[in-house]
């Protein structure tokens, strides 16, 4: 089926606005081309300009790839990013983690340290270990400040092409193919060449903060050499991964070499992330049939984490296929081993939810709000369910003790605009809304809710006061276009 119209207008949208702020707003970049494997080579250094650049970028994402809010994958990739991170110089929240649902095994770097992967990477990296090789690929090319690098460059030498290409890439996708195959050969040779020595320097980096992470290194070479032995693409195309990573076996075999150095294997399979990747597959897979019998196989393993994931997988596929009940007993059964953990509790409450016996899902998740409070997890499901429930005054102080542990949460920002606004508290919706797309990078949006919270806030000089000093704060960070 072909792209409609608008699609393609906003991707290429999506696709040039970046390139415009990219070669506009970047600073020139001085350094040279060599490996930095010193003290600086873990510094991250991002502008003022590329913070706001990067707020853009994801704006402009949200609107052409489709950003997963679900606060479990939301939370376990970010939770993988944040082991990686502690080993960099960089303040935190400088470096934004996304996940988009997207088959396609891709995951890259864009401007302002906005790290954004694919779920086909969780579906192929089998251990946390490998996913984690990929996000610290990506974040190497960060601290080197390679799409900065690659602009300048670009700038330097005139051609304006190169920052199309840059475009194509980050973007993938028919737009992104649209993108590259305006540029010419002669450009598209000399920016390959560039980009695997970018590649070279994202490996020895990436291989330096996975280790110092404390992840199995060989586990960069192990996923490498899957996606080259895959069948799959042998028969079919090439993964998007290597089109924007340009891959050869020598580069293979210098990342083996490295990874003898670092820090000898490690355990990587974690039971974390085989829910994770379970989840990921089964709300997200594309092939129900082919994930149900991949789960079957998992849930008869001899290994019990692999096993416990593989029931959790079938799990969700019920609860996709219409199985609710299966659900129910499946999810009873994990948790009857494992009382709380969050998959299981989650799990058993969304499956008591679509069998049609909310009260006691609600109970569920008031036990574990109480087990575990603050959990900011936890508070966006129950304070989900409550709304739909019809109880939003209850859902209210859930949300605000999520928001207390996790104060830049959307979802939890678009919870409380859903409850203040089933509760007839128009200005304080607008005003959590703004919040909401705050995060999303859409201050100008931000700003209009404001500015609509105002209008409905004239009886409270307090509330005035609070959204007005909200607004002066944004304002600085952004002046909206006439």
Do not use: W
């Not at 090319?141 to 092409?161: F, G, N, S, Y």
């Not at 007839?424 to 809304?433: C, D, I, P, V, Y």
């Amino acid at each position: 089926m072909k792209p409609s119209f608008s699609k393609v207008l906003v991707q290429a949208r999506f696709c040039l606005f970046f390139v415009a702020l990219a070669v506009l707003r970047c600073p020139p970049v001085d350094g040279a081309d060599l490996i930095r494997l010193d003290g600086d080579a873990l510094k991250v250094v991002v502008t003022a300009e590329e913070q706001a650049l990067g707020r853009e970028f994801i704006r402009l994402a949200r609107t052409s790839l489709r950003l997963i809010e679900d606060p479990l994958l939301v939370h376990g990739v970010a939770r993988i990013g944040a082991r990686l991170t502690q080993v960099l110089n960089v303040d935190p929240g400088i470096i934004g983690f996304h996940l988009v649902d997207n088959p396609a095994i891709n995951g890259f770097a864009g401007p302002g340290g906005q790290i954004v992967l694919f779920t086909g990477l969780i579906a192929t990296a089998e251990t946390e270990a490998e996913f984690a090789s990929v996000v610290a690929h990506e974040l190497a090319h960060v601290t080197q400040r390679h799409l900065p690098r690659m602009i300048e460059r670009a700038r330097k030498r005139q051609i304006p092409a190169t920052a199309g290409l840059i475009a194509g890439i980050l973007l993938g996708g028919q737009a992104g193919a649209a993108t590259m195959a305006a540029t010419n050969a002669a450009t598209l040779s000399d920016h390959l060449s560039y980009s695997r020595t970018f590649e070279r320097e994202a490996d020895a980096v990436g291989l330096r903060i996975l280790s110092t992470a404390g992840y199995a290194p060989q586990a960069m070479a192990r996923f490498l050499q899957r996606l080259v032995q895959d069948t799959r693409f042998q028969v079919n195309e090439t993964p998007e991964y290597f089109r924007t990573h340009p891959l050869s076996l020598d580069r293979v075999a210098e990342i083996e070499s490295r990874a003898v150095g670092h820090a000898q294997e490690a355990t990587s399979q974690t039971q974390e992330y085989l829910l994770l990747r379970a989840r990921a597959l089964a709300r997200y897979g594309v092939d129900a049939e082919h994930l149900i019998a991949t789960f079957q196989s998992q849930a008869a393993a001899d290994i019990p984490e692999v096993a416990s994931a593989g029931r959790y997988g079938l799990l969700l596929s019920g609860l996709r296929t219409g199985a609710y009940n299966q659900s129910v007993e499946l999810a009873l059964s994990l948790r009857a081993q494992s009382p709380n953990n969050i998959f299981y509790v989650v799990g058993l409450a969304e499956s008591l939810q679509a069998a049609g016996d909310l009260n006691n899902a609600l109970e569920l998740l008031a036990e574990a709000a109480a087990t575990v409070p603050n959990d900011p997890v936890l508070a966006s499901y129950y304070a989900d369910m409550l709304i739909k429930a019809g109880k939003p005054d209850q859902a209210k102080p859930v949300i605000r003790a999520g928001l207390r542990a996790l104060p830049h949460s959307m979802r939890l920002f678009k919870l409380l605009a859903r409850a203040e606004g089933e509760l007839g508290r128009t200005a304080e919706s607008f005003q959590a809304l703004a919040e909401y797309h705050y995060l999303s990078g859409d201050l100008q949006t931000a700003l209009a809710k404001l500015t609509a919270a105002l209008q409905h806030a004239q009886a409270s000089a307090y509330l005035t006061a609070s959204i007005t000093a909200r607004r002066a704060e944004i304002l600085q960070e952004f002046e909206p276009k006439d």
